[in-house]
């Protein structure tokens, strides 16, 4: 039996908990044009309605807009060291708020507390790393060819930026854009997803006790209005840069709304990590890192392992071996301290892994461990058993779609021409993880992959240092690494006439 054996009641430091947007340093409840509206956030663990917030609108959102438009006008100006010193301020304010951060994560999104307390210092890493990253943005001198000339770069930060962020990581995906948007220059403008917002007003109260100004960081509340924030936030002129972390499908209706207005874009999309383990890899390495791969976050990652290629001298032993580790994890609410797996955060997400599951035994697929929602658990979340198949097959759905839940299924394969072959037979590319001792076929498989990212022998691709983003489907922009930054300025020319 698992319970849910904290509540928001526990949060230390009730401010963390404003339960409004934010806007131009005024924290807003719902709006008359709004019709007052609101809407709720439930733990999928329990389903309990955990807090009430302002169903934020478009009006709304173009107010936000002009306070970060504004704002922009003094922010710029902040020297990079300033913008640093802020950066790192909200950084130690993370780590010093760490347990009440994680609380709120697991209370609204499911995942356990352990991956939550990880969640938050993983957030809080990319505070730190623009805030060194802020200080090495410089231009350079070229040599003219008119000796006439003068020519320099430098570069700038490119205005107001819109941060869209999703629900499976509702703190590590809003850092890893404004980190870089702040750290830059740029005054932000953030629409945290409906299902996770507590964690993004949690976040938003320390970066203002951290001494970010008003109106360089606005947050709109929204579930159901999302659609109408979305395109304003796309069309309107005074926003020149949107990042967004979702799906392939939004992504596409995003560029297509923000092509009005010429907006530079980053989209980190969908994602349909190959996971590869090839007969020389060490046994333990390839169960640790599939588990963390695929298990992590109850399934519900970007990067998450959703075709798992094994070669055929190990498939059957690697297929026991992973079951028996599955048998083992716990599936419960999150903030129980023996959960490995907790609720997924969507009821749609159990019915797509229904729909993959069912898919695959209609093709041939064994499922021989789970296969389906939980049984009575003592709450009335979202539980999904940790699931295998065997003998998946390139026709199923899984092979095509995420399946975004702790379901994994096992493909055979016999040569490495074949499984990059198979690994590439997809429109999206973001992970990927091989598992092999041989480093020479790291390589060349690695170089061999349609994807933005590869791990190789480890089962997480997070690192604020590395840059990540995809290629195909799953968008272009990278967010982190020394890249990260880029994305948010804009390089400037100057020619200067030297002839006397
Ligand atoms: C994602 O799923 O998009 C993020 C994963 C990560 O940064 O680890």
């Given at each position: 039996?698992?319970?849910?054996?904290?509540?928001?009641?526990?949060?230390?430091?009730?401010?963390?908990?404003?339960?409004?947007?934010?806007?131009?340093?005024?924290?807003?409840?719902?709006?008359?044009?709004?019709?007052?509206?609101?809407?709720?956030?439930?733990?999928?663990?329990?389903?309990?309605?955990?807090?009430?917030?302002?169903?934020?609108?478009?009006?709304?959102?173009?107010?936000?807009?002009?306070?970060?438009?504004?704002?922009?006008?003094?922010?710029?100006?902040?020297?990079?060291?300033?913008?640093?010193?802020?950066?790192?301020?909200?950084?130690?304010?993370?780590?010093?708020?760490?347990?009440?951060?994680?609380?709120?994560?697991?209370?609204?999104?499911?995942?356990?507390?352990?991956?939550?307390?990880?969640?938050?210092?993983?957030?809080?890493?990319?505070?730190?790393?623009?805030?060194?990253?802020?200080?090495?943005?410089?231009?350079?001198?070229?040599?003219?060819?008119?000796?006439?000339?003068?020519?320099?770069?430098?570069?700038?930060?490119?205005?107001?930026?819109?941060?869209?962020?999703?629900?499976?990581?509702?703190?590590?995906?809003?850092?890893?854009?404004?980190?870089?948007?702040?750290?830059?220059?740029?005054?932000?403008?953030?629409?945290?997803?409906?299902?996770?917002?507590?964690?993004?007003?949690?976040?938003?109260?320390?970066?203002?006790?951290?001494?970010?100004?008003?109106?360089?960081?606005?947050?709109?509340?929204?579930?159901?209005?999302?659609?109408?924030?979305?395109?304003?936030?796309?069309?309107?002129?005074?926003?020149?840069?949107?990042?967004?972390?979702?799906?392939?499908?939004?992504?596409?209706?995003?560029?297509?709304?923000?092509?009005?207005?010429?907006?530079?874009?980053?989209?980190?999309?969908?994602?349909?990590?190959?996971?590869?383990?090839?007969?020389?890899?060490?046994?333990?390495?390839?169960?640790?890192?599939?588990?963390?791969?695929?298990?992590?976050?109850?399934?519900?990652?970007?990067?998450?392992?959703?075709r798992?290629?094994?070669?055929?001298?190990?498939?059957?032993?690697?297929?026991?071996?992973?079951?028996?580790?599955?048998?083992?994890?716990?599936?419960?609410?999150?903030?129980?301290?023996?959960?490995?797996?907790?609720?997924?955060?969507?009821?749609?997400?159990?019915?797509?892994?229904?729909?993959?599951?069912?898919d695959a035994k209609k093709h041939g697929g064994q499922?021989?461990?789970?296969?389906?929602?939980?049984?009575?658990?003592?709450?009335?979340?979202?539980?999904?058993?940790?699931?295998?198949i065997t003998c998946m097959k390139q026709e199923m759905l899984t092979t095509?779609?995420?399946?975004?839940?702790?379901?994994?299924g096992l493909y055979k394969f016999?040569?490495?021409?074949?499984?990059?072959?198979l690994?590439?037979?997809?429109?999206?590319?973001?992970?990927?993880?091989?598992?092999?001792?041989?480093?020479?076929?790291?390589?060349?498989?690695?170089?061999?992959?349609?994807?933005?990212?590869?791990?190789?022998?480890?089962?997480?691709?997070?690192?604020?240092?590395?840059?990540?983003?995809?290629?195909?489907?799953?968008?272009?922009?990278?967010?982190?690494?020394?890249?990260?930054?880029?994305?948010?300025?804009?390089?400037?020319?100057?020619?200067?006439?030297?002839?006397?």
């Amino acid at each position: 039996m698992s319970t849910q054996e904290k509540s928001l009641q526990d949060i230390q430091n009730k401010k963390l908990l404003p339960n409004k947007g934010l806007i131009n340093g005024q924290w807003l409840a719902s709006s008359a044009s709004s019709g007052n509206s609101t809407f709720d956030v439930v733990d999928p663990a329990t389903l309990d309605v955990l807090a009430t917030l302002p169903e934020m609108d478009k009006h709304d959102t173009a107010t936000a807009v002009d306070a970060a438009f504004e704002a922009f006008k003094s922010f710029k100006k902040t020297t990079a060291r300033q913008r640093a010193r802020m950066l790192r301020k909200w950084s130690d304010l993370c780590h010093e708020n760490a347990e009440d951060l994680a609380l709120i994560m697991t209370l609204e999104n499911g995942k356990t507390l352990a991956e939550s307390k990880g969640e938050v210092v993983y957030g809080a890493s990319f505070l730190e790393w623009f805030a060194t990253q802020a200080e090495m943005v410089h231009g350079e001198v070229v040599p003219p060819a008119n000796l006439n000339q003068r020519i320099v770069t430098f570069k700038q930060p490119i205005g107001v930026a819109a941060c869209l962020s999703p629900w499976n990581f509702p703190i590590a995906m809003i850092t890893r854009k404004c980190g870089a948007a702040l750290a830059a220059g740029c005054t932000t403008v953030w629409k945290p997803a409906g299902e996770t917002p507590l964690s993004a007003l949690a976040l938003a109260v320390l970066a203002e006790e951290a001494g970010f100004p008003r109106g360089s960081i606005n947050v709109i509340t929204s579930l159901t209005t999302v659609a109408e924030v979305g395109e304003e936030l796309c069309r309107n002129p005074k926003v020149h840069k949107l990042s967004f972390t979702g799906s392939t499908r939004v992504g596409k209706l995003l560029m297509q709304q923000c092509s009005s207005t010429l907006k530079k874009l980053s989209l980190e999309l969908g994602g349909n990590s190959p996971f590869i383990v090839f007969d020389d890899a060490k046994m333990s390495t390839a169960l640790d890192a599939a588990i963390l791969a695929k298990f992590r976050n109850s399934g519900q990652t970007c990067v998450t392992a959703n075709r798992v290629f094994v070669q055929a001298g190990i498939y059957d032993e690697f297929a026991k071996q992973l079951t028996e580790r599955i048998k083992k994890l716990k599936v419960g609410a999150g903030t129980d301290s023996d959960t490995f797996v907790g609720p997924l955060t969507h009821e749609r997400a159990v019915k797509k892994a229904m729909s993959h599951i069912d898919d695959a035994k209609k093709h041939g697929g064994q499922v021989v461990y789970g296969g389906g929602p939980m049984g009575d658990i003592g709450l009335k979340g979202y539980f999904f058993q940790p699931t295998v198949i065997t003998c998946m097959k390139q026709e199923m759905l899984t092979t095509r779609e995420e399946t975004f839940a702790p379901v994994v299924g096992l493909y055979k394969f016999e040569t490495e021409e074949e499984v990059i072959e198979l690994a590439n037979d997809c429109d999206v590319g973001l992970g990927s993880f091989v598992i092999t001792e041989n480093m020479a076929r790291s390589w060349r498989v690695a170089e061999a992959l349609e994807v933005g990212m590869v791990g190789v022998n480890l089962g997480m691709l997070s690192a604020c240092e590395s840059p990540f983003g995809g290629v195909k489907g799953s968008g272009f922009g990278r967010e982190g690494g020394t890249q990260g930054i880029n994305e948010y300025l804009v390089v400037k020319s100057m020619l200067i006439n030297v002839a006397n």
